[in-house]
């Protein structure tokens, strides 16, 4: 195992009612990244956190948190956020952060100090003294994720953190996740949303029924996908198709192609040569998006064979 | 920080928790005042039960057909021998004389079945061959009037002055009484029902809340289900304490607000090992009960998944510890018994057992074995009940038994 690897898992099984639900899964999280377990919904994301905090206890395989391979016993290094989320409803704002911290080892009284700051920063100081009844769902979900940083953790899971918040919540809850990452802690995030995750994960892994399909970066991940090339002749016949890719689609005034792999400048070269000239040429990456749609459907079909 | 002071201050993080969140609440004001709810629902239907005996008492009289001066020494002799009774309740009903009729014994009759007044008893004839008439339920009253026959002619024949003139002193034993022992085992073991059937039962319901808003998932991550269910387990019982504590404090120092017979009774026991250890010992195993059963209850309770199944297990649970409580009562009237060493060695039974034998026995030994015997189940209990609830809630699939999440590593 590397030292500067937060969480390291190999084969992770666990199987409910006989069915696999998580069926082999390996993870390898630097210290320090954030890190993204993307997939669809029902894809064991939920199931292989739990496993790797021991919330749960895999059926198989091994994993190591924190350079332990008892991940209980070095909780009190751990922030978590579940994806259900949960708080005493009679509970203060302050309290509830501070009672999150104490159960990681914080000193109550340090935690109720550190929770109006973190409060105040996060825009919820004037409902410090506030029950998490009276909250709305997007403050109560603030205030959960400030009681699992109060302790100023090593590692911080968030489990599907975005959802259910508003979009301004959102840019907060980015900047508080980066600004943890700052900080120096290693931030493990599941979601199935791409956008948060493009702007987010230093690395990535992609789960889809219950097996990994991808780990890389964002960049690696997109690099799977050829790039687009959309084109706009600056005059056009029914023969233009002879001088394009086999895969050219018409679109408005325009095609879309792949970029062969050798690139586009052969293709280009051709349709000048034949007099239909360029108007206009852009050439983009396909989207993480695009990468994850691409790697969830090629393993609904390799299940499916 | 040790292994061991990691898991106390998380069990420590849980207990004060619930212990604030439940002491700090309207309803725990409820929760306090319901013994004097229940005392004056008990002082009500106590003053109509008195009324309504009193009510008979006054009805019910006992009649003697004789005449003359036999009747007037009579009447001496009845008021000399009623002051022997103190309690009303025992005293047999007022006598009436009345001149013998011609045909005494339908007049006797007759009084028996008078609508006017219930007579209990009716004695006619010579009193040396008094003939006397009973209803089913005026036994004593019938044996009354004989001796009344018995001593009125005694009397007759030798005066109605005193023979004897007693000299009475009141003195305390300075050994136990023989039987005190039993009554004082009952005492403790009654005591400590009572007290588990109030507080226990709440136990049940500890992880309810943290399922309902979904708290058990943070719990679960940060701290080990025994910490969780141990610091349910003692914040409960902290309200317990509390409870006792308010209550103990009231009654000790307002006196006049136990019942007489309750206070004279209390005065009067005399534990084996004296007061002092015998309430060390008594506060020792109402805390074992209360944990023990707390412990089973707390198990059984995560396992339900609506407040209608935790209402459903009420029954059961004032089923276990009525049983508990009877099997340590038959058990310490008999210690020497199959059913004392069961009593004695069964989890459940065994701090409702040890707590009669401390007010029997005088030997410190056992109850040191048996505390620490009842500590280990408590243990066994939880750990059993944070398995079953990690395999059943958390769905953890892990079959292993985890004693070392208790007694080591994690």
Redesign the interface.
């Known amino acids: 195992m590397h030292d500067n690897l937060a969480i390291s898992a190999t084969g992770l099984v666990k199987k409910f009612s006989g069915r696999r639900v998580v069926d082999g899964v390996d993870i390898a999280v630097p210290t320090g990244m954030i890190y993204g377990v993307l997939g669809p919904n029902g894809a064991g994301k939920t199931t292989t956190l739990r496993m790797l905090l021991g919330i749960i206890e895999p059926d198989e395989g091994h994993r190591t948190l924190l350079g332990t391979e008892r991940p209980r016993s070095v909780s009190d290094r751990v922030g978590y956020l579940p994806e259900e989320r949960g708080l005493y409803p009679a509970m203060k704002a302050r309290e509830a952060v501070a009672f999150m911290g104490a159960l990681r080892g914080l000193p109550l009284r340090t935690g109720r100090k550190r929770a109006v700051d973190l409060l105040e920063a996060a825009g919820l100081g004037h409902a410090a003294d506030d029950k998490i009844r009276k909250l709305s769902k997007g403050m109560a979900q603030l205030v959960q994720l400030l009681g699992s940083i109060v302790h100023q953790p090593e590692l911080l899971v968030l489990d599907e953190p975005f959802s259910g918040l508003d979009p301004v919540n959102q840019e907060r809850l980015e900047a508080l996740i980066l600004a943890e990452r700052d900080r120096g802690a290693t931030v493990v995030l599941s979601t199935h949303v791409m956008a948060h995750a493009e702007r987010l994960c230093d690395r990535l892994a992609i789960i889809a029924k219950g097996r990994r399909r991808f780990e890389g970066t964002v960049a690696e991940a997109r690099g799977l996908l050829p790039m687009q090339a959309t084109y706009t002749p600056r005059n056009d016949d029914a023969h233009i198709a002879d001088y394009l890719p086999a895969d050219a689609q018409h679109r408005g005034d325009g095609w879309r192609f792949t970029v062969p792999q050798e690139g586009s400048e052969q293709v280009l070269s051709r349709l000048i040569g034949a007099g239909y000239g360029i108007s206009g040429l852009s050439i983009e990456r396909p989207s993480l998006h695009d990468a994850f749609v691409k790697i969830v459907g090629r393993a609904a079909l390799e299940d499916q064979a | ?1 040790s292994r061991l002071g ?1 898991l106390v ?2 069990t420590m ?1 849980i207990a004060r ?1 619930d212990f604030v ?1 439940t002491v700090f ?1 309207p309803t725990f004001l409820i929760f306090l005042f319901a013994p004097v709810v229940m005392g004056s629902f008990g002082a009500i239907g106590g003053l109509g039960a008195n009324a309504a005996t009193s009510g008979g008492g006054e009805k019910s009289r006992i009649v003697a057909l004789v005449s003359g001066d036999q009747a007037r020494l009579m009447m001496q002799v009845d008021a000399r021998l009623r002051r022997v009774y103190r309690d009303a309740d025992e005293a047999p009903p007022i006598l009436t004389t009345k001149e013998p009729a011609t045909d005494a014994a339908a007049q006797a009759r007759a009084q028996i079945d008078d609508r006017g007044v219930e007579v209990a008893a009716v004695a006619y004839g010579p009193l040396d061959y008094p003939q006397i008439l009973y209803t089913p339920r005026a036994t004593r009253a019938g044996d009354y009037l004989a001796e009344l026959a018995e001593q009125t002619l005694r009397a007759e024949r030798a005066g109605v002055a005193p023979l004897s003139s007693a000299t009475k002193i009141k003195i305390d034993r300075t050994t136990p009484r023989l039987g005190r022992g039993k009554e004082s085992g009952f005492f403790a073991v009654f005591a400590i029902f009572f007290l588990t059937l109030l507080l226990a039962g709440q136990v049940v319901s500890g992880v309810a ?2 399922k309902g ?12 289900l025994e910490s969780v269910f141990f610091g349910k387990l003692l914040g409960t019982f902290g309200v317990a304490l509390l409870f006792l504590v308010f209550w103990g404090t009231l009654i000790s120092q307002i006196g006049t607000l136990m019942p007489a017979g309750m206070a004279a009774g209390l005065a009067a026991l005399t534990p084996a090992m004296g007061m002092p250890m015998f309430t060390l010992l008594f506060f020792g195993y109402f805390t074992m009960a209360y944990m023990l059963l707390g412990a089973v209850f707390l198990g059984v309770g995560a396992q339900a998944s609506s407040v209608r199944e935790i209402q459903l297990l009420s029954l059961p649970i004032t089923l276990i510890q009525v049983s508990m409580f009877g099997l340590g009562a038959i058990a310490i009237s008999h210690p020497s018994g199959w059913l004392a060493t069961f009593a004695r060695v069964f989890p459940l039974s065994s701090p409702y057992f040890m707590a009669g034998r401390a007010a029997q026995s005088p030997d410190l030994w056992p109850h040191v074995v048996a505390l620490a015997w009842q500590t280990v189940w408590v243990a066994i209990f939880v750990a059993v009940g944070v398995h079953a609830f ?1 395999r059943g809630v ?5 079959g ?1 038994f985890r004693w070392k999440a208790l007694f080591g ?2």
């Open positions: 920080m990691t201050r998380q993080t928790r969140a609440t809340e943290e808003n979904k708290v058990i998932e943070i719990l679960a991550a940060a701290v080990p990690r958390l769905q953890s699939g892990s292993k590593r994690a």
